[in-house]
Every structure is written in structure tokens, then in C-alpha cells.
């Protein structure tokens, strides 16, 4: 069973919007981290958004850059974390990956990643 599976890649322009999705096996999901990076083409990979839950209580984190943008948010019945992206930019674009097991967004931290999927956004 693949771990990690993202889905909901595209083409934007300037100004829209995209929903990621990550679908994880329970073991990877449950009181992990789960995050989301991205790396856009000679860059490298850098954390965008993470989420941590335990019981009721939750802890989000964001790259300064979408703060006020982006939305992560998880559903627990589904072992399902979302990206919700808006405002997007042309410097948005990369590829996105889905990982888990880390902490925050300490990219070396994290142990699983997805295959990625690809974000264009075109001015």
C-alpha cells in the first residue's frame, strides 16, 4: 500500500485557487505530523504548511510566504490532509509533496513522502 497519495494539481492563473489532498495510510497518519513542501524547478524543496493534532487540540505551521493564503486542515475519518491554496501566485508554482512523520517544517526531519503533484500558476 502506497503511504502517501496527493491529488488535486493544476493549471491556475494569478489570483485562483487549488485544493491538495493527501490520503495517507492510518499508520502514517495517526499523531504524526503530516506537511506539505514544495520545489520549484533549481530550487530546493521547502516547507510550506504542517499540522499536528492530538485529542482536540491542533498546531498549524506555514512558510511566511503563504501565511494568510494557504489553509491546512486534515479529516480525520478520511486520513486526509488539504491544502487549501488561494491568492495564488506565479511564484506558487512548484511541485507539491504530501509527508509525514516529521516535525513542523524541518524538511530532513520527515521520514515518508508522496510522488508529488505538479502546481502551475501562470500570470
Known amino acids: 500500500q502506497v503511504p502517501l497519495v496527493e491529488s488535486g494539481g493544476g493549471s491556475v492563473q494569478a489570483g485562483g485557487s487549488l485544493r491538495l489532498s493527501c490520503a495517507a495510510s492510518r499508520y502514517m497518519y495517526s499523531n504524526k505530523y503530516m506537511g506539505w513542501f514544495r520545489q520549484a524547478p533549481g530550487k530546493e524543496r521547502e516547507g510550506v504548511a504542517a499540522i499536528y493534532t492530538a485529542g482536540s487540540l491542533s498546531s498549524t505551521y506555514y512558510v511566511d510566504s503563504v501565511k494568510g493564503r494557504f489553509t491546512i486542515s486534515q479529516d480525520n475519518a478520511k486520513n486526509t490532509v488539504y491544502l487549501q491554496m488561494d491568492s495564488l501566485k506565479p511564484e506558487d508554482t512548484a511541485i507539491y509533496y504530501c509527508?509525514?512523520?516529521?516535525?513542523?517544517?524541518?524538511?530532513?526531519?520527515?521520514?515518508?513522502w508522496g510522488q508529488g503533484t505538479q502546481v502551475t500558476v501562470s500570470s
Open positions: 509527508a509525514a512523520g516529521g516535525f513542523a517544517l524541518r524538511r530532513e526531519s520527515y521520514q515518508y
